[in-house]
């Protein structure tokens, strides 16, 4: 028995872990939402870790993810915090009482403070209706929905959006026309994000429990 739940916590990691080696090198777009630079299938990957795994084994990996980027790979504008806070987005949508001020920070305080900041900033003050984007995560948090992995998909790729957009604010220049010209693109991104990251959850979840019911139905044979 033991065997079969170090598989059913030992393979998501080993297939997670390959596929954001891979992802790494596939660029998906070269234009979308709040970046102008190439999104990669790190950020359909990265938030998916939030869905496998518990909120501990979150803080690991963003943890050690960081140090590694820091220490061998070359450093993100953004410092990898929007995926972060995916992560910590999807993970922080259980049943446990220990993650519901968490869930309440990350998934409801935080999209609304990036909207002040966005909707305040002189530069991007005049594309406010961008921000309004930011509703989405607050919407579903409000309601119960942490066993459905495409909300918890879509809540998450929205924070990480937020957070990394109010970034760009301050690390980029970009005028209030440019802003505005986004917000269509932004829906497709996100809702493509958020349907990859949701499908690839499923085929992990039912993998490893084919397995894990394989093993035992042997096991008991």
Request: net charge positive.
């Amino acid at each position: 028995m033991l065997k079969n739940i170090s598989v059913k916590t030992t393979l998501p990691l080993a297939i997670w872990l390959l596929m954001l080696i891979a992802s790494y090198y596939f660029p998906l777009t070269n234009l979308s939402g709040s970046f102008r630079s190439i999104l990669s299938g790190i950020n359909i990957v990265l938030p998916l870790a939030g869905g496998l795994f518990g909120i501990g084994m979150v803080c690991w990996l963003i943890s050690s993810l960081w140090l590694l980027k820091t220490l061998v790979l070359s450093k993100a504008l953004t410092f990898g915090i929007p995926s972060a806070c995916a992560m910590l987005s999807w993970a922080s949508n259980s049943k446990k009482s220990a993650t519901k001020n968490i869930n309440f920070l990350i998934n409801a305080f935080l999209p609304a403070l990036c909207m002040v900041v966005f909707m305040m900033h002189p530069a991007s003050c005049g594309a406010w209706p961008y921000a309004l984007y930011w509703l989405i995560p607050i919407a579903i948090w409000a309601i119960n929905h942490s066993q459905n992995s495409l909300l918890c998909a879509l809540q998450s790729t929205f924070v990480a959006h937020a957070v990394g957009s109010v970034m760009w604010v301050f690390l980029v220049p970009m005028t209030t026309s440019q802003w505005l010209a986004l917000i269509p693109m932004v829906m497709l991104e996100r809702i493509s994000i958020a349907v990859l990251a949701a499908s690839l959850y499923k085929i992990i979840s039912v993998t490893t429990t084919l397995i894990v019911v394989k093993r035992i139905k042997k096991h008991l044979a």
